[in-house]
């Protein structure tokens, strides 16, 4: 059974922080590539930072370079998203996803085929 279960989500003043975390089981849980997408009202899903489960390796988003940093605890499989110097912009619907993709460009950019995606946590920056 696959789930992703967000948590960590809150209503926080701008410049302030928060951090979310996300907890996989089942398949998810090995994925290849686990990360963060956000969405506000009105708008298109963006892909905010992903992390390869072996590499490590990290991609971000333009608009969170240097404000946001993604890791993982590979033992607890879960991975987190903490969130500095937040920003009203950054309000939005939080979503954890995983797939078997590459974590780069592309998996933030593209609704790639096989991924999975939890319920959401909501982040509101006033």
């Known amino acids: 059974h696959v789930q992703l279960v967000e948590s960590g989500g809150g209503s926080v003043q701008a410049g302030r922080s928060l951090t979310l975390s996300c907890v996989l089981s089942?398949?998810?849980?090995?994925?290849?590539?686990k990360g963060w997408f956000r969405q506000a009202p009105g708008e298109e899903r963006e892909g905010v930072a992903c992390?390869?489960?072996?590499?490590?390796?990290?991609s971000y988003g333009d608009s969170v370079k240097g404000r946001f940093t993604i890791s993982q605890d590979n033992a607890k499989s879960t991975v987190y998203l903490r969130m500095d110097s937040l920003k009203p912009e950054d309000t939005g619907l939080y979503y954890c996803?995983?797939?078997?993709?590459?974590?780069?460009?592309?998996?933030?950019?593209?609704?790639?085929?096989?991924?999975?995606w939890g319920q959401g946590t909501q982040v509101t920056v006033s």
């Open positions: 992390i390869s489960t072996l590499a490590g390796s990290t």
């Open positions: 996803a995983a797939d078997t993709w590459q974590c780069g460009g592309s998996w933030l950019r593209g609704a790639l085929p096989g991924r999975y």
């Open positions: 089942g398949d998810a849980a090995s994925s290849r590539a």
